[in-house]
Nanobody
Framework: QVPLVESGGGLVQAGASLRLSCVAS??????????LGWFRQAPGRQREFVAA????????GYAASVKGRASIFRDQAKGLVDLQIGSLKPEDTAVYYC???????????????????WGQGTLVTVSA
């Protein structure tokens, strides 16, 4: 298990940008064995993939719904993985979760089954 703590959620207006942060409280050696991802879950909907990064080489993937609007960053010194989303829309309203899973998982990085540790989530509300 990887302790994960998200922060940065809140109420924003449509069109604005928001940056979420996730701290992974493990060593750098452990981080190198992981991929870290962001998922979100809107009310009444299933959890969906947003973005992920493979820690050791920075390989990144995005969901089609946010591609071009989102950026995922990793800070190797601080063990942070941030997610920035621009041009926010009301449909981006959701609880956003940080997740960690084995780098060499047999699951696709966009599959929630690829992740074994989850943060508590941070709520993002986008007003029209």
């Amino acid at each position: 298990q990887v302790p994960l703590v998200e922060s940065g959620g809140g109420l924003v207006q449509a069109g604005a940008s928001l940056r979420l942060s996730c701290v992974a409280s493990v060593s750098g050696r452990t981080l190198d064995t992981l991929r870290l991802g962001w998922f979100r879950q809107a009310p009444g909907r299933q959890r969906e993939f947003v973005a992920a990064v493979r820690w050791i080489d920075g390989s990144i993937g995005y969901a089609a719904s946010v591609k071009g609007r989102a950026s995922i960053f990793r800070d190797q010194a601080k063990g942070l993985v941030d997610l920035q989303i621009g041009s926010l829309k009301p449909e981006d309203t959701a609880v956003y979760y940080c997740a960690a899973g084995p780098r060499l998982s047999t699951f696709d990085y966009s599959d929630s089954d690829a992740y074994v540790s989850w943060g508590q989530g941070t709520l993002v509300t986008v007003s029209a």
